[in-house]
Each structure stands twice: as structure tokens, then as C-alpha cells.
């Protein structure tokens, strides 16, 4: 596991005290909220013996791995040593930083507790890989805690941070971040304008629900609701060409909705022109809308320049259940590189699978469940490396470890031709302008595309399917104008669990 590629988003930090933990058994909890959605588990036991404290850190570390997820062994170095987990998080009262690296060696995770800039800086000084700040709010997890810095706290220490050239080191926030409290905690400590917080940190919020996988699932999907600001913001900021090869019914409509997102839209189906636009620092759409055998050659070549440079690329497989043709031309796309997210519905995703589904022509039709659906992502992510998603009127999207449900949308988005394609487009932007985490970036077009729809759907000069799309249109850039401003209000809107 390697170290830059940690995901601080949803961080459980597990506590043995009966308090907390009651009679519960602290493998089964951590396994729930594995299945939720915790992306790093620190084992914190401050009473076991150290028999036990092994013999426990064994046992979640066997859960942990399965979920390819780190785990961390707070303050007692040795028993991460012994165990051959991923690092440890240390106090400011804890062994120092340079004798944990010197029995951990380089590749293991450090982290630190700070409470203050100062701590903040001598720990990056020192090498620490990542942040825990704190205290955010009283909390009877933990009563010795030394200062309750609110959310402020975090925010001028992310800014002291920024100042200092350290932007890029995982910061996490901890103390009292609960379900109810973690959207405003994101937003109020992250409005430094260069750094935000990577993720919550929590203890009873996970450890003592009556369900720590519905908990997890929950503070998932408000940590990744957090980051979509950010993601708009990058967007905008810089522009990004959303190369598009796609089919001749949407070309119009999708070069109108990458300006509107932000982007910078080329319509080139001509693949000699990809080495060149590749280097553009943008993102390619392969869509698959009226495949032929010229076109696929041109997507593979397309496909292979976009690779070469570390572009992303999004694949939308247009009716890929529907003929032969189409099947067989998704397995070849899929085995000529890498995709960086394939989007499509039920049927299309089903056919990237290897399933043998027949669809009727482009159209969705939905058979499965949503979990099954959610399992479908996951595998499909799984084996292709790619962020799924999986459109629908509740959207599925994962990269093989988080899978979220988004549950914003109009049913005008159905009745209107190209409406799959140009969200394509629209997550190929976010993709070319916010490259550490493909998975927030694809939600990110996700919900501003479909909370665009909403706003445009309930508008007076709407009355129909036909005056939806110039309002949408308005909307998603009227929505991009705002984030960009700082104005982010409609995300009150985004259903993401
Ligand atoms: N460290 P809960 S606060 C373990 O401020 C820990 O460094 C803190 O528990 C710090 O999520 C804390 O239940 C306890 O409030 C957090
Ligand atoms: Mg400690």
C-alpha cells in the first residue's frame, strides 16, 4: 500500500474502553464500518496489556487488509512494529517522531496529533505523512484533551500551513465530529482557500452507533459532498479541454455543456489529432454512440495517446448490450488501456462485466437492486481499475473501495436525447482539473449535473423536456458560477450516501 495513495477521507480511530465500546466486539465494528465505508482504521487502546494489544492489532489488521485499507497503531509503536501494520499515529506526548521512524523505517505511515500551527509545522518539518487536528469539540471519548480549537482552529492552522509551503500533507480533523455536525465542520475549517481538510477523524461516531456500517456510509458521503467545491473550483479555475469523440446526435449539446461546467470543449473524432491534444493537460470522452469500424480504430488510437501522457479518459459504452458489434467492441476498448471512469446504465455497465444482457437499443432499463447495483459498480471497478458509474434514478458510483449512492436528478434528464453522453463530458472536465481522486471528481459532475437539472425541472419557464435544455444549461452554468464564488448553498441539495 503505498503511502501517497492513502485515503485520510473517513478515518476510524477504535476505542476498548465500555464506555464506548460496550460489550460490542471491536473486530465485528470495524468490519461493519469497513463495508460502510472507512477508508483508514487507527486501533487506540490505552488500557490493554500488550499481549493483548498485539493480539488485537493481528486481528484487525487481517479485517483491514481484506478491505485494502491501512491500518494505524496509536502511540504504541512496538505493537505496530510486531505486527507489520501499515504505521502508527503519535501524540504530542507520545514517543517522539524520529525514534518511531527509526524502528517503523521509511515506508511506514507517521502520524501526528497537533493542536496548534506550531505543533502542525515542526511535525511536517520533521516528515510526518500526515495531520491530526484537533481538539475540535469537547468530547467525553477523549477528557484530556489540552485546547477545543472549533472549527476556526482547524481553519488557521490550514491556513498556517498553506503559508508555510506545506499544502500538500493529509490533514484529518478529530474530537465530537459526529453525522450531524460533519458538513459544517468541512466547510467552516476548510474555507482557507488553498488546503482543505482531507477527512474526519471519529470515534463514537462509528464505534458506539447502534449501525457503524450505515455511520461510515453516511460520513462518506458527507466527506465526499465536501470536496465537490473543490473539485468546481479547479474546474473553472483552469479550464480544461474535454476532448470529446462522440456520436453525431449530441455533439452540439455536449460542447455547449463543457462550456457551461467550465470546460473547454473539441469535438475531434479524428484520432491523428489526439498525440497533440493530449498534451493539452485535458481529458478525452470515447463514446460509443454510433460505433463503426474506423471509429473504433480512431478510439483506440485516441485511447493509447491519452495513456501515454497520463490523461484521463472516460468511456461511455452507448448501448453496449445492444448488438454484437457493440459487445465486441467494448472488450477491445477495454483491453487496448486504461479508462480513468466508465460511465453508463444498468444494461451498458452489465455488458462491460462480460454479462450477456441484450438491451433494447440506447435506452435504460433497471432489473437490478440497488445494492446489486452497487455490487456491480464495485466489481466493475474492481477489474478495470476505473471509477464506475453507473447512471440511473439512483446513481452508483465506486472505484472498487468506496461505492456511493447519489439520489439527485429530474426525470426530464430522461426525456431529453444526449442527457448520459453530456454528463460524460461534463465528468471529463472534472477529471482533467482535479487529478488526486478521480472517484470525487466523478461525483462531483455527477451532482452538479443533476442538481442543475433539478433547478432548471421547477423553473417557471420550463414546461416541458424541449424549454428543460436551454434551462439546464443556465443552471449548470448558474451552479458553477456560484461555487466558484464561494457560494455553495445549492449543495444543501446533494443526496449522497
Ligand atoms: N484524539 P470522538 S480527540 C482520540 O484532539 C482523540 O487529538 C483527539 O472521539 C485529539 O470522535 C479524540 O468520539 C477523541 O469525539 C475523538
Ligand atoms: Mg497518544
Redesign the pocket.
Known amino acids: 500500500m503505498a503511502k501517497g495513495k492513502v485515503d485520510y477521507g473517513v478515518y476510524l ?1 477504535t476505542d476498548s474502553t465500555p464506555a ?1 465500546l460496550g460489550n460490542k466486539d471491536l473486530t465485528s465494528i470495524v468490519e461493519a464500518a469497513l463495508q460502510g465505508g472507512v477508508t483508514i482504521v487507527q486501533y ?1 487502546d490505552k488500557l490493554s496489556d500488550r499481549e493483548t494489544a498485539v493480539k488485537t492489532a493481528r486481528a484487525l489488521h487481517e479485517v483491514t487488509k481484506r478491505f485494502g485499507v491501512p491500518l494505524l497503531v496509536n502511540d504504541r509503536v512496538d505493537v505496530a512494529v510486531e505486527v507489520g501494520c501499515e504505521g502508527v499515529h503519535i ?1 504530542q506526548d507520545d514517543m517522539a517522531y524520529e525514534e518511531a521512524r527509526k524502528l517503523l523505517g521509511p515506508d511506514k505511515i507517521i502520524g501526528v ?1 497537533a ?1 496548534s500551527i506550531q505543533e502542525a509545522l515542526k511535525a511536517c518539518e520533521a516528515g510526518a505523512d500526515y495531520l ?1 487536528l ?2 475540535v469539540y469537547a ?1 467525553s ?2 477528557k484530556d ?1 489540552k485546547s477545543i480549537i472549533g472549527p476556526g482552529g482547524i481553519r488557521s492552522i490550514l491556513l498556517g500551513l498553506s503559508s508555510a509551503g506545506h499544502s500538500s500533507i493529509p490533514t484529518v480533523c ?4 459526529n453525522g450531524s455536525n460533519a458538513t459544517s465542520v468541512l466547510a467552516e475549517s476548510s474555507a482557507a482557500p488553498a488546503k482543505s481538510l482531507d477527512g474526519i ?5 462509528i464505534v458506539a452507533a447502534a449501525d457503524p456500517a450505515a455511520a461510515a456510509r453516511d460520513l462518506l458521503g458527507k466527506v465526499v459532498a465536501g470536496r465537490v467545491p473543490d473539485v468546481i473550483k479547479a474546474v473553472a479555475a483552469s479550464t480544461p479541454l474535454s476532448h470529446n469523440m462522440t456520436n453525431l446526435v449530441v455533439q452540439n449539446f455536449a460542447a455547449n455543456v463543457a462550456l457551461a461546467v467550465g470546460g473547454s470543449p473539441i469535438m475531434a473524432n479524428y484520432a491523428e489529432e489526439a498525440a497533440d491534444l493530449a498534451k493539452l493537460g485535458g481529458a478525452l470522452v470515447i463514446n460509443m454512440g454510433t460505433v463503426t469500424p474506423e471509429g473504433l480504430k480512431n478510439h483506440i488510437q485516441a485511447l493509447q495517446a491519452y495513456n501515454a501522457v497520463g490523461g484521463p479518459v472516460v468511456l461511455d459504452p452507448v448501448g453496449a448490450g445492444a448488438t454484437s458489434i457493440r459487445r465486441n467492441a467494448v472488450k477491445t476498448l477495454l483491453s487496448s488501456g486504461k479508462f480513468t471512469v466508465i460511465k453508463g446504465n444498468e444494461g451498458e455497465i452489465q455488458t462491460v462485466y462480460g454479462a450477456a444482457v441484450t438491451q433494447r437499443g440506447v435506452d435504460s432499463a433497471s432489473s437490478l437492486t440497488i445494492p446489486q447495483r452497487a455490487s456491480l459498480a464495485k466489481s466493475v471497478a474492481r477489474s478495470t481499475g476505473a471509477v464506475v458509474v453507473l447512471t440511473g434514478t439512483t446513481d452508483v458510483v465506486s472505484d472498487g473501495v468506496r461505492t456511493l449512492r447519489v439520489d439527485n436528478g429530474h426525470e426530464f434528464l430522461g426525456r431529453v436525447t444526449g442527457t448520459g453522453c453530456t454528463l460524460g463530458t461534463t465528468i471529463s472536465a472534472m477529471e482533467a482539473a482535479f487529478r488526486s481522486d478521480p472517484l470525487i471528481a466523478a461525483v462531483a459532475g455527477m451532482v452538479l449535473f443533476e442538481i442543475a437539472a433539478e433547478r432548471a425541472a421547477v423553473r417557471d419557464d420550463v414546461r416541458g423536456p424541449g424549454t428543460f435544455v436551454p434551462a439546464f444549461i443556465d443552471e449548470l452554468s448558474a451552479v458553477r458560477t456560484e461555487t466558484a464564488k464561494g457560494d455553495v448553498a445549492w449543495l444543501a441539495k446533494a443526496k449522497i450516501e
Open positions: 480511530v464506548i487506540r501524540g496529533t493542536s491530526g484537533g481538539t468530547t471519548t477523549k484533551t478529530i474530537g465530537g465530529i477523524a471519529v470515534v463514537s461516531a
